[in-house]
């Protein structure tokens, strides 16, 4: 099975390769067109800021290629806002996979919000074997709305939120399944089996 | 529900764990990787290196140690000691390291932090504090908690939480190694008083301290080292203990 794990000017991407390894699986880290699209799986793995981000994505034209994509597709904590239409981080137009609004937390507690914390209300495979004791780790300041037609688990912290987004063969999750122990490797496991 | 956090800290030097290491499975107590691998199987939330080195070849051994962590360890790790440039952090950060932590330099040169935390974010840029109470009065202490500074600790934990700080380590000089218990009081004056998490540090001697720092002291996390390295208080015992009485911790699959 061939894993292209997109590269762009994403923080800590090794982790992903990281844990892709522990899986025993083989992943490749490319910006590559040709590679990115023969792959059997893709992942979009992210950490940092939505406007960079997504300029660095339209600049080499990779926006274009996430969206023609047929192949399961994984987007991970800035991946899965990225997916969506629009983020308040510096009023950044998205992907626009998923017509979903990203939101800074209001500071009613603190924020980021850094840790560990659950999945509830899970749907659809990539969540089988789990349940809603199962913790995934979590920083981030800002979230993705709930949309009943394709949030499949939602998190508390300050108010719900989606913690994994499901439309066609896109696939995405706030938390890092690659620093979430035997559970995130569990959901990787399952994306890997899609 | 966020959970409370449970922190193993490994003191380094020269790439190995040292402070003493009294763990029955290990083939090689000194070795950080292996001893960091079963701490995350056994339900540590996160893990804390800290790199006591003195040589100048340090950097490149720690950047090694590293890179074999991430590749091993399936939670996130804060690697510290003796880092200051962006340069360094850039390096572990490449390595695979989830957060840095810097300390004296911090205090050194408070501007370090907003450079930081602009150039890789705030939630990888944990600030530790060692605090000492002189005369009633909480002040920072640096290298190691040895040099005294005229810095009020409550006054500098809201300014580097200002100048982006994602998370504070308090580390109390007047309750570590005693394990009598946590600074219960001056880290639920920080937890209420910041944006930002408080990790608390220093003194932990029984599981009861674990369920008080978390209460009344209002922490986030609490971080430990000796107390787990030598199986006084065994991980998944402590979260047993924590979870009947009530606290909100992460239990393992």
């Known amino acids: 099975m061939e894993v292209a794990v997109i590269k762009y000017n994403a923080g800590n ?6 844990a892709m390894e522990r899986l025993g699986v083989n992943a490749t880290l490319t910006d590559d067109w040709e590679t990115i699209k023969k792959a059997d799986k893709v992942i979009f793995p992210g950490q940092g800021e939505a406007s960079t981000a997504m300029k660095y994505l339209r600049e080499r034209k990779l926006d274009q290629l996430i969206k023609e994509l047929d192949q399961p597709f994984f987007g991970i904590c800035l991946g899965l806002q990225l997916l969506c239409d629009y983020s308040e981080e510096y009023d950044t137009e998205c992907l626009g996979i998923f017509p979903i609004n990203v939101k800074k937390f209001p500071p009613l ?6 840790g560990w914390n659950n999945l509830e209300n899970l749907k659809t495979p990539l969540l089988e074997g789990l349940d809603e004791s199962s913790y995934v780790y979590y920083v981030h300041s800002y979230y993705a709305e709930i949309n009943p037609k394709y949030t499949i688990a939602t998190t508390h912290y300050i108010n719900d939120f989606s913690a994994m987004l499901h439309k066609d063969n896109y696939y995405a999750m706030q938390g890092h399944p690659e620093k979430s122990s035997v559970v995130g490797e569990k959901i990787l496991n399952n994306f890997l089996k899609l | 529900m966020l959970t409370k956090r449970i922190i193993p800290c490994l003191d380094i030097k020269d790439g190995r764990t040292v402070k003493g290491v ?3 499975e290990l083939r090689d107590a000194g070795d950080p990787v292996e001893l960091g691998k079963i701490y995350a199987d056994e339900g540590a939330d ?3 290196f800290l790199d006591i080195t003195a040589t100048v070849e340090k950097r490149k051994t720690l950047v090694e140690l590293v890179t074999k962590v991430a590749k091993t360890v399936n939670i996130p790790f804060t690697v510290g000691g003796g880092i200051s440039t962006i340069d360094d952090v850039k390096a572990l950060l490449n390595a695979g390291a989830d957060k840095i932590s810097i300390n004296s330099a911090a205090v050194k040169n408070p501007d370090a932090v907003n450079a930081l935390a602009r150039e890789f974010g705030s939630q990888c840029i944990v600030v530790a504090i ?3 109470r ?3 009065i909480d002040f920072v202490h640096t290298h190691g908690g040895r040099k005294p500074t005229l810095l009020k600790t409550q006054e500098w934990a809201k300014e580097i939480t200002e100048r982006g700080a994602g998370e504070i380590l308090l580390t109390s000089m007047d309750h570590d190694g005693v394990k009598n218990g946590f600074a219960n009081d001056i880290t639920s004056e920080l937890s209420s008083m910041l944006s930002i998490p408080v990790i608390a540090s220093g003194g932990a001697g029984s599981m009861q301290h674990f369920h008080d720092v978390f209460t009344a002291g209002k922490a986030d996390a609490a971080l430990a080292a000796s107390i787990f390295h030598f199986k006084e208080i065994p991980i998944p015992e402590l979260k047993s203990f924590l979870d009947k009485k009530g606290v909100n911790i992460r239990r393992m699959l």
Request: avoid cysteine.
């Open chain 2, 134 to 136: 002189i005369d009633g």
């Open chain 2, 46 to 48: 996160e893990l804390v």
């Open chain 1, 109 to 114: 507690n603190k924020v980021p919000h850094i």
């Open chain 2, 22 to 24: 009294n763990f029955v």
């Open chain 1, 13 to 18: 991407v090794k982790s992903v390769l990281y």
């Open chain 2, 130 to 132: 060692d605090t000492k």
